[in-house]
């Protein structure tokens, strides 16, 4: 008895392996049919929604939705029958998202005959979930996120002046141009600061008064150059991060730091560098 | 007698310390009530120019509004009384934008009867002037204001070399493209320059004939790689904010700060700086 | 007779230091009178091409517009007067800008009747040539100069493989869109291409098929992330402007350079600094 | 025999350096013509697709283009004749683009009378392959291109992010703006996505609801800020390329160079650098 729990926790433990890391070549294989697995079925979600797709196709589309389905709830339950805290994984983050990504399909059994409502379709939608699953195998964007997080402080006061500039901006446009010339109300003054200062405009609301021209060409020209402040921010960050990458070796002589990376000898008192990083 | 002004003039001092300093709980209580009263009080304006909110919540938004007005007009009350030069206070920037904030309620009550005409329109609007009062929690961004000021110059320089092509390239599309295609005059057709150059591009105003959209093309080219100048202008300087910041000695001899990162003597006074970073 | 001539030399000297100078009061206030003239007669220009301004103060702007003319055409013979080598004014840049301010007027009088032809239209907006004499007051602008000219070369390869990118962009497009969504040709498809490529959107030509629209995304794509590297170029460049006027000064004792604008003493060795910068 | 083989032989060698090589005046005057004949080529194709100018100067047009046509074959033959391993020649990517660029007018002869079906349109337009030819004389543009291979694995993380965002607020916007506001399809609404992200703002498609409108501006301030990060990447980058480029100081032991700016000794070897920059 005592054997056969043994050979089983052995199964699960190899099992876990193979599924939560990527160090063997089973490992890999397992994430990257997952990698596929998740892009193909939100990219069959997508093509659902195209009208003529769906027309010709819906029945195909319907099958297939199926497999993904069994394929991520098989997963689903592979992952809660080896992992080692089965009750911390389903409450994990990717817990959540692998669970949320196989239940909007068979919610659609239990509410059928409401086609194409409101609730089916977002219910539907929900199944891009499995996106976020991705994010499993994007580990590797330290450096960057370190660099936002480190200037996110500045970020947010540069976001903070720019919501006041915004709103003021928007209550003046509001009074020139009246809702006459789209601007209805100061909401959807708001939404017309941002297209512009953004510089994205869409030209959906567009100023039909001289003064309200001449107030939208200020409100241009500053959101073309205070993009420069966030740009510079991250600039510097990421400049200091990278430089910081470089080297952390001390030389034990002169005590300088920050040669660069495969330097052998210290640039400033030629003492040899210790080789370990 | 005496003893009553004294217990006056320290409840005086108590509710000082409350109103304008943040460093006890009360205080910064205080502050936080007072943006959340701000800003809802600002959406409020905002949610009131919405043509069906009027309509259904009209009344209660007139009920609401007199209450913040009550609230900042004691709050304004409070500050003259407690300050410890009230005339001084009245005439700051502060003093004026809270004067200002509570104004526009009363004045609608003076000049009542003409509905939506233009004045009572940005009187009533005059009541985002509240949205200033939230700039003296705005002390963090010195790092970024003494940037821009340090490359305020540059900028000057390259907004007055902008202005300089807008106006010639605005003169030229006037000739080319003329009032059939909307550029009406030249300064609508300077409009349109900023609007392209800035890479905004509504398309309300757009070039028709073959030379006018190669010089629209030369113009959208010019704006999309000019923006690098304010932009390396600003990066440059924010990094060397950002750098100065980081090394945090302090020299034992004359206590400068902000020596560079690996600076060995003080460059000051010349005493040897201490190696711990 | 040699008194009077020498007089009359003394006399054109000072008259060359008030014109051509700035570093006496008399010139000072000659230079910003000559802004002052230049931006209001260039203004004029402007709303003399707004219809109902043309209808309304035609004649008091053709009064005013001869008055600029008057004091421009003194201020050039002045300069011709003044100058030492009168013949080389004439033909240097300023001259030739000095005069052609001043000619639309002149040559308006002898092609009149032909109103609002496109000839006379053209001549009359020469005169913002007036505003290339602001350039004049430009000088400090050679850190940003500088630095633009050490990455010309750069930015030129920059703008080469862009030019080859849109020349392709812009035939796959003619092909796949076809006249039929507005691509009528290439060129109008190389016009289409840098609108969408900077940004500027205007969406006057939008693609129309499935396939144009994804390989718009891709060209909005590529516009978006390729701004970076004329930016990353340019920040580089004026970033080492920036450090190389800190300071020249060569610590005479370490022979270390790069020290700070203000330092008094060497950072890596602690010897006095030369004051002279 | 022999010395007529010898001659030969000679007149190859002396053929490949004028049309592979750039160090002699011969060889300079080739590869000038050659690119001012691609680049006249290139206008003549897409001059060829406005419909008037085909019209017009249709028949001059097809003349010029058999010039063309002939002069490249004439290069192509003589690349193959004079090259040293010609079958290697022809499998490269210059051998192929050469090859692409007169087959158009050729296999336009054998396919004849239908005149401008879709065949023939992509069969003329591949002549643009001509193009690609000039990316022969791109050679400088090494540094950019180093500091591009150097940031691609961080641009790409930040492609793939960029990614994850937009699929998760079309899915949104779709759900939120539905059918009727031109978000069709989801494929549709990434489009939209893209189009406002990058800030080019077509307007083809706009929000019509307030939620939608918010959503909206949400993606802009996302865009507008995160264009900040590839910007600040290859900042960092191309600014260490330019630096290493800066100082030329070769060591006289190991002959390393890209020492730092203010280096004393090699960094590779540890042997003293000589002073003078």
């Given at each position: 008895?005592?054997?056969?729990?043994?050979?089983?926790?052995l199964?699960?433990?190899?099992?876990?392996?193979?599924?939560?890391?990527?160090?063997?070549?089973?490992?890999r294989?397992?994430?990257?049919?997952?990698i596929?697995?998740?892009?193909?079925?939100?990219?069959?979600v997508?093509l659902?929604?195209?009208?003529?797709?769906?027309?010709?196709?819906?029945e195909?589309?319907?099958?297939?939705e199926?497999?993904?389905?069994?394929?991520f709830?098989?997963?689903y339950l592979?992952r809660?029958?080896?992992?080692?805290?089965?009750?911390?994984?389903?409450?994990?983050?990717?817990?959540?998202?692998?669970?949320l990504?196989?239940?909007?399909?068979?919610?659609?059994?239990?509410?059928?005959?409401?086609?194409?409502?409101?609730?089916?379709?977002v219910?539907?939608?929900?199944?891009?979930?499995?996106?976020f699953?991705?994010?499993?195998?994007l580990?590797?964007?330290?450096?960057?996120?370190r660099?936002?997080m480190q200037?996110?402080?500045?970020?947010?006061?540069?976001?903070?002046?720019?919501?006041?500039?915004?709103?003021?901006?928007?209550s003046i446009?509001?009074?020139?141009?009246?809702?006459?010339?789209?601007?209805s109300s100061?909401?959807?003054?708001?939404?017309?600061t941002?297209?512009?200062?953004?510089?994205?405009?869409?030209g959906?609301?567009?100023?039909?008064?001289?003064?309200?021209?001449?107030?939208?060409?200020?409100t241009?020209?500053?959101?073309?150059?205070?993009i420069?402040?966030?740009?510079?921010i991250?600039?510097?960050e990421?400049?200091?991060?990278?430089?910081?990458?470089?080297?952390?070796?001390?030389?034990?002589?002169?005590l300088k730091?920050?040669?660069?990376?495969?330097a052998?000898?210290?640039?400033?008192c030629?003492s040899?560098?210790?080789?370990?990083?």
């Amino acid at each position: 008895m005592a054997t056969e729990t043994d050979s089983e926790s052995l199964f699960k433990l190899k099992l876990r392996r193979i599924i939560f890391g990527t160090d063997t070549p089973a490992g890999r294989f397992f994430d990257i049919s997952l990698i596929v697995c998740i892009i193909l079925s939100v990219m069959l979600v997508f093509l659902d929604t195209v009208a003529h797709i769906h027309q010709q196709y819906g029945e195909i589309i319907i099958v297939l939705e199926w497999c993904f389905t069994i394929i991520f709830t098989l997963e689903y339950l592979l992952r809660l029958y080896c992992s080692a805290k089965p009750l911390e994984y389903a409450k994990s983050f990717y817990g959540v998202v692998d669970l949320l990504s196989v239940l909007p399909t068979y919610l659609a059994l239990v509410f059928p005959g409401a086609n194409f409502t409101m609730v089916i379709r977002v219910l539907r939608l929900f199944r891009i979930f499995r996106v976020f699953k991705l994010l499993r195998y994007l580990s590797e964007g330290n450096l960057l996120l370190r660099a936002m997080m480190q200037s996110s402080r500045k970020v947010f006061i540069f976001f903070f002046s720019v919501s006041l500039i915004v709103v003021v901006l928007s209550s003046i446009m509001y009074v020139v141009e009246g809702p006459n010339n789209g601007f209805s109300s100061i909401p959807k003054s708001i939404y017309w600061t941002i297209v512009t200062i953004t510089t994205v405009g869409y030209g959906d609301i567009t100023p039909g008064t001289n003064l309200g021209q001449a107030i939208a060409a200020f409100t241009m020209l500053l959101g073309y150059s205070i993009i420069a402040i966030p740009t510079g921010i991250l600039t510097a960050e990421i400049s200091q991060e990278i430089g910081k990458h470089k080297d952390l070796r001390r030389c034990s002589n002169c005590l300088k730091v920050g040669h660069e990376t495969n330097a052998l000898y210290c640039d400033k008192c030629g003492s040899e560098l210790e080789a370990d990083i």
